[in-house]
């Protein structure tokens, strides 16, 4: 199996995956349930689960390999970690509606050598319905931008999914932090490569990879390099100069706000307005007046 898999209890009839979000070796699916009927789940494969509940249970039952996990109502802001090759599967009944789970899939054969290594060494075993505040915060984000109607930003999940990953294995008791050597900041000749190529990109998509590239390091190192380099997240550092380019066009063009923020590489121009309110101060209509 590549994914939980899900059926109806009553009407056995498959759960569908609302919306998807895939990067190397990882894979994010956001699932509402809508029946009141409640929903059965099994889980066994190649891959490490880890699932964030949004869940009110009327009843449910819970069983690992090892044991019977004593049930729990209110399942909000709890997760569940399932390391591959361990089985998970239970059931549950959901007394209302708008309810969902949020599963984010860990494939170390598909992922950076580097990253795939921290999750070969976390301990095997099933982590059911723990709580964390820092992991369960990167997946909720996760969630927001997979159930919100505009269109996700590509790099802002794929960080997210980096981040979970070395959350989760903080959480599995293995001490990554301690054990992960000093990272040291981008070369200036790397910074300034990095920078010119976001700068003629900015209307495109642009992954962590492609910038990793440019610095020759693995996603991984770069996004910590990055960070110490301009004590701004890739995704921050491009937010802005998106922004910038944003108020040099108001300022300087008469092209409409919804092509300028095509332009800068907003997917919508609801979601441009926001951010420039957010970081200006002002709509971009204020702006330009």
């Known amino acids: 199996m590549t994914e939980v898999e899900l059926t109806a209890v009553r009407r056995q009839e498959r759960i569908e995956v609302a919306r998807d979000f895939q990067t190397a070796g990882m894979t994010v699916h956001y699932v509402p349930v809508a029946s009141r009927d409640g929903f059965q789940y099994r889980w066994y494969g190649n891959s490490h689960v880890l699932a964030l509940h949004d869940l009110r249970l009327a009843d449910g039952e819970v069983f690992t390999d090892a044991a019977r996990v004593r049930s729990r109502k209110d399942l909000r802001g709890?997760?569940?970690?399932?390391?591959?090759?361990?089985?998970?599967?239970?059931?549950?009944?959901?007394?209302?509606?708008?309810?969902?789970?949020?599963?984010?899939?860990?494939?170390?054969?598909?992922?950076?050598?580097e990253v795939a290594q921290k999750l070969r060494h976390i301990p095997s075993q099933a982590n059911v319905h723990f709580a964390n505040s820092a992991l369960c915060s990167t997946l909720q984000k996760m969630q927001w931008a997979l159930s919100s109607r505009t269109a996700f930003d590509f790099m802002y999940l794929e960080s997210l999914c980096l981040i979970a990953v070395l959350e989760v294995c903080v959480v599995q008791k293995e001490s990554l932090v301690a054990a992960a050597k000093p990272i040291g900041k981008l070369s200036r000749a790397h910074e300034l490569r990095v920078a010119e190529y976001i700068e003629a990109n900015l209307g495109k998509d642009i992954g962590l990879q492609d910038m990793a590239e440019l610095a020759g390091l693995s996603r991984f190192h770069f996004l910590r390099a990055f960070k110490k380099t301009t004590d701004e997240t890739p995704y921050q550092y491009l937010l802005r100069r998106r922004i910038l380019r944003a108020r040099t066009l108001l300022r300087e063009s008469k092209m409409t706000v919804a092509k300028i923020a095509s332009a800068v590489g907003f997917k919508d121009s609801t979601r441009f307005i926001r951010t420039f309110r957010r970081i200006c101060g002002m709509t971009p209509g204020m702006y330009r007046k």
């Open 78 to 113: 709890l997760m569940t970690f399932a390391p591959a090759d361990c089985r998970i599967w239970g059931w549950s009944i959901v007394p209302m509606r708008g309810q969902s789970f949020t599963a984010l899939y860990l494939d170390p054969r598909r992922m950076e050598e």
